[in-house]
């Protein structure tokens, strides 16, 4: 039986570590020596990192200790957990719907094309028991949760300008379908009823018309552009990455601007007013209104209330 995902690495000694039961993990000082059958290597300040199979019997470990290199940033009901350590990010994930467009494949594909942001760089990535095991390079800078404090009126709604930028960058990418970047599903879960998990594109866009978007056409976009997904040089004052690109896809462009209207999971997770905690997305969406988006905020909230 599997693990909760939560629990997913534990530590074999101080340079060793297992993950999911199905991945071995080790650190050595420089260079990386010979493995068996390496899966993955990489190298940063803290050592060279090697990953190979897991091998029967597993060997003897425990939860990660104090002095872990390991630490977790995100937990999310025990259905996604992230890790840093060094340079790296370990994000394990369950797979609610096999049919989903997997993050490593939207992040190969964009790996492909020329951005004037960067992305997470890829380490490693496998599936086992309906999960992924996603390595990446961490990405350089502050979240803008981090950063926000720190600045001044101009330069947040300089942010949110860059991020209107980076939207519109996207969108030039076009596709006749609702779907994730490779023809499978977007998982988009404002895109259908409360507790549903279809998210083929004819339910996708059957719901989209019912709220009055515009289906002719859809849009590449990244559906999950919180404070917390967004990395910024706070000395350049300028945006410097994006991660967390599990859903990302095609969809209507007035959903582009609407998902800043209607989602609080794109707030500040802070303990402040309601104003202050989505003043991110308030930028963002009134920047979006002035390059053109449309947004059916309203028509989006009835549609759900009437559904659910």
Known sequence: ?????????????????????????????????????????????????????????????????????????????????????????????????????????????????????????????????????????????????????????????????????????????????????DGRHLSDQYLVFRDSKDFSHETLKKNCEEVGMDCSTFHFYHCDLGPGNIFVDADAQRIVGVIDWETAGFVPKEWIRTKFCVSSGLNFDLEADEATKGEWRARVQGELEDHGYPQLAHERMAWSERNN
């Open 1 to 181: 039986m599997s693990c909760p995902v939560r629990d997913s690495i534990r530590e074999i000694d101080d340079n060793s570590w297992l993950i999911g039961d199905i991945l071995l993990l080790s650190r050595r000082s420089l260079p990386v020596p010979e493995a068996p059958c390496p899966e993955a290597t990489w190298t940063d300040a803290t050592g060279s990192y090697y990953i190979v199979k897991a091998q029967h019997p597993l060997p003897l470990s425990r939860p990660l200790s104090d002095t872990s290199p390991f630490k977790k940033v995100y937990d999310a009901g025990d259905a996604t957990a992230v890790w840093i350590f060094g340079d790296a990010v370990c994000k394990v994930k369950l797979i609610y719907d096999p049919d989903e467009t997997r993050e490593y494949d939207t992040l190969y594909a964009l790996s492909k094309r020329p951005l004037s942001f960067m992305i997470p760089e890829i380490y490693y990535y496998t599936e086992c028991d309906g999960r992924y095991y996603l390595f990446l390079r961490k990405m350089p800078g502050e979240t803008l949760m981090e950063a926000w404090h720190k600045a001044n009126e101009d330069i947040k709604q300089g942010y949110a300008s860059q991020m209107v930028d980076i939207c519109k960058e996207l969108a030039i990418w076009q596709a006749d379908r609702i779907t994730g970047i």
